[in-house]
């Protein structure tokens, strides 16, 4: 069992950055494949980027790639997401989520969700 909160989300104009980051609960976060989904309302929570245990390989939507960066500490049980150069088509509830051992980018895959952090990006 895991507990992932998220926060860092807010209200920036296009072109801005942003740093979400996800604190998990517990001794086994290294046991947890990582990934960032965000969704709008009415369309489907889509996945933005994922990371393996050891933060060795990333995983990134083609939406987001050269934009926004994975990456985990897991000494402190967090995975943060850096997003650069925002668009307004970014603007979405940005959920961070963990599965056991193994990366994946569907999001019928993870196990674990947060409660999702708001992001706005105005034009």
């Known amino acids: 069992q895991v507990q992932l909160v998220e926060s860092g989300g807010g209200l920036v104009q296009a072109g801005d950055s942003l740093r979400l980051s996800c604190v998990a609960s517990?001794?086994?976060?290294?046991?947890?494949?990582m990934g960032w989904f965000r969704q709008v309302p009415g369309k489907e929570r889509e996945f933005v980027a994922a990371?393996?245990?050891?933060?060795?390989?990333?995983y990134y939507a083609d939406s987001v790639k050269g934009r926004f960066t994975i990456s985990r500490d897991n000494a402190k049980n967090t995975v943060s997401l850096q997003m650069n150069s925002l668009k307004p088509e970014d603007s979405a509830v940005y959920y961070c989520?963990?599965?056991?051992?193994?990366?994946?980018?569907?999001?019928?895959?993870?196990?674990?969700w947060g409660q999702g952090t708001q992001v706005t990006v105005s034009s």
């Open positions: 990371i393996n245990l050891s933060g060795g390989s990333t």
């Open positions: 989520a963990a599965r056991k051992w193994f990366s994946s980018t569907s999001k019928g895959a993870y196990d674990y």
């Open positions: 517990g001794q086994t976060f290294i046991t947890y494949a």
